[in-house]
């Protein structure tokens, strides 16, 4: 949760007196490369595999439990996956050496790396071949930054914010890649500052587009919305950062993991109630949260979304540009 609050129209009048609709945005919930990762995981505990995952298979605690339950364990390294456990790969995909150790070792994978990741990784080992200093658009610790640079032989430099690039002395070549999660306007930002910096830029607009599209409806509707709801695991990055775009559009902005945590306090006065929610959250989990809202204020849900407007992500076009600054 961002901020406490009341709703933007703030009025004392009753919710009960007044016509409240919970909105929900387009392309809210699960993503393409979450939904395969969920698939070839399932169809493995259907088949029967022991299966091992380097870390939660997906940033929602409750479906990370029901796998569990049903024989997907969790661990830290390649050394904790057991003799005839299947490794797992996550949709951020894991550095190169990872998967070369557990073929050494005979460990069979499952790859679910999502193919907006494997294409960054492409990407940046691309650009340090063709000799390019790779410049990673990212969050420093998160694993699919950690997978990108372990698909680069050479170091790479990484870059969360513009101020970081303003601090950084680039070589004369740079290449640069984006964390499929990132926003599109802290991409855009960072490739501007680099460009003041070096003789020869080329960069590769990585971000998935299942990210953007989901980014570009929860900013739509926080934008004409009174209260905006987020829901997702508080460990995804893709939904905290649904949570920043909402809050910077100045709507009260609330970042729940479950039904429970709404509070009828927020809805005060609030007509129009948004409802966006990160890759990972399941569709059942947002219609939970809707219903709650819906207790709370007397509010009428809106009709479920139709297929296409829920997933997102349908292609993969990327927008890659070069250019060679004047004057450096
Ligand atoms: S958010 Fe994008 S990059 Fe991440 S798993 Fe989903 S589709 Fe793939």
Same mark, same amino acid.
């Given at each position: 949760m961002l901020s406490e609050g009341s709703a933007? !129209? %703030?009025?004392?009048? %009753?919710?009960?007196? *007044?016509?409240v609709r919970v909105l929900r945005a387009d392309f809210a919930g699960f993503c393409p490369g979450v939904e395969r990762a969920l698939a070839l995981v399932e169809a493995a505990l259907a088949q029967g595999h022991p299966l091992?995952?380097? %870390?939660?298979?997906? #940033?929602?605690?409750?479906?990370? @439990?029901r796998l569990a339950d049903e024989g997907l364990r969790c661990a830290d390294v390649l050394d904790d996956v057991r003799p005839g456990e299947t490794l797992v790969v996550r949709t951020h995909g894991v550095p190169a050496s990872v !998967? @070369?150790?557990?073929?050494? *070792?005979?460990? @069979?994978?499952?790859?679910? !790396?999502?193919?907006?990741? *494997? *294409?960054?990784?492409?990407?940046? #080992?691309?650009?340090? &071949?063709? %000799?390019?200093?790779?410049c990673i658009v990212g969050d420093r610790d998160h694993p699919e930054v950690l997978g990108i640079t372990g698909s680069v032989s050479a170091e790479c430099l990484v870059l969360e914010t513009p101020e970081q690039a303003e601090a950084c002395a680039p070589g004369p070549r740079v290449g640069v890649v984006a964390q499929t999660t990132q926003t599109a306007s802290n991409y855009r930002d960072i490739v501007g500052v680099l460009a003041t910096k070096c003789r020869e830029l080329v960069a590769h607009n990585t971000l998935c587009n299942a990210t953007a599209d989901r980014q570009s409806a929860a900013l739509r509707l926080a934008q004409s919305a009174d209260v905006m709801l987020v829901v997702g695991g508080r460990h995804s990055a893709n939904t905290r950062r649904l949570v920043e775009i909402c809050a910077a559009t100045g709507t009260p902005t609330y970042h729940v993991e479950g039904p429970? &945590?709404?509070?009828? &306090?927020w809805f005060v006065g609030a007509r129009a109630i948004g409802v966006t929610a990160g890759a990972s959250t399941p569709n059942e989990h947002i219609a939970a949260v809707e219903q709650r809202v819906a207790e709370l204020t007397g509010a009428m849900v809106g009709p479920p979304r139709p297929a296409s407007a829920r997933t997102g992500g349908g292609d993969d076009d990327e927008g890659a540009a070069g250019c060679t600054p004047s004057g450096a």
């Open positions: 933007r !129209t %703030g009025s004392a009048e %009753g919710p009960s007196s *007044r016509a091992c995952s380097l %870390g939660p298979l997906i #940033h929602n605690d409750q479906v990370v @439990r !998967t @070369r150790q557990a073929a050494a *070792r005979g460990v @069979r994978v499952i790859d679910a !790396t999502c193919r907006f990741v *494997r *294409r960054a990784h492409q990407r940046a #080992h691309d650009l340090a &071949e063709a %000799g390019y200093q790779v429970d &945590e709404a509070k009828s &306090e």
